[in-house]
């Protein structure tokens, strides 16, 4: 009788288990550019915010561009892509703080330069904003995104 009262124990308890992981959607691959006049953007975020007014559910994904505005997706929960569905986008520049560019030379303790980095022109304030940004797209799988902010 102990046999079978663990074995029903166990197999409520396989069933609670399982039945307690939250539905996430499947994550599809996300990588794109992002341009501003046609140039590419450096190290600015790209963040994706799920439209929930198009139905799209699922974690917000961000990206980093490199030197040729490229960028690469990873979910809120530390797992690569983005759900498919609608997004609304947001570019920020951290390297812009108060109006002020970080010293584009990479100055070092003692006053040496480095290799100078790609400096950005100032983007316009709206795409960093998630309510009033223009920038929207459809995640779809094996699509590239091209971001070009206006």
């Known amino acids: 009788m102990k046999t079978i009262a663990r074995l029903v124990s166990g197999l409520l308890m396989s069933i609670l288990v399982l039945g307690c992981k939250p539905d996430r959607p ?19 975020v790209v963040s994706f915010i799920p439209d929930s ?7 917000r994904a961000t990206g980093v561009t490199n030197d040729q505005g490229e960028f690469t997706l990873t979910a809120d929960t530390n797992e690569p892509g983005a759900a498919p ?12 703080r108060s109006g002020r560019e970080e010293d584009p030379f990479n100055t070092q303790p003692g006053g040496t330069r480095s ?14 904003d998630a309510t009033r940004s223009p920038l929207q ?12 902010i206006p």
């Open 26 to 44: 499947a994550l599809t691959e996300v990588k794109g550019t992002v341009t501003y006049n046609n140039r590419p953007l450096y190290g600015v």
């Open 53 to 59: 007014t198009k139905g799209t559910q699922g974690p």
């Open 85 to 96: 569905g609608w997004y609304r986008v947001t570019v920020a520049d951290p390297n812009v």
């Open 115 to 128: 290799k100078p980095k790609q400096v950005n022109p100032p983007l316009p304030p709206l795409v960093a």
């Open 137 to 148: 797209v459809e995640v779809k799988p094996g699509q590239k995104v091209e971001l070009k």
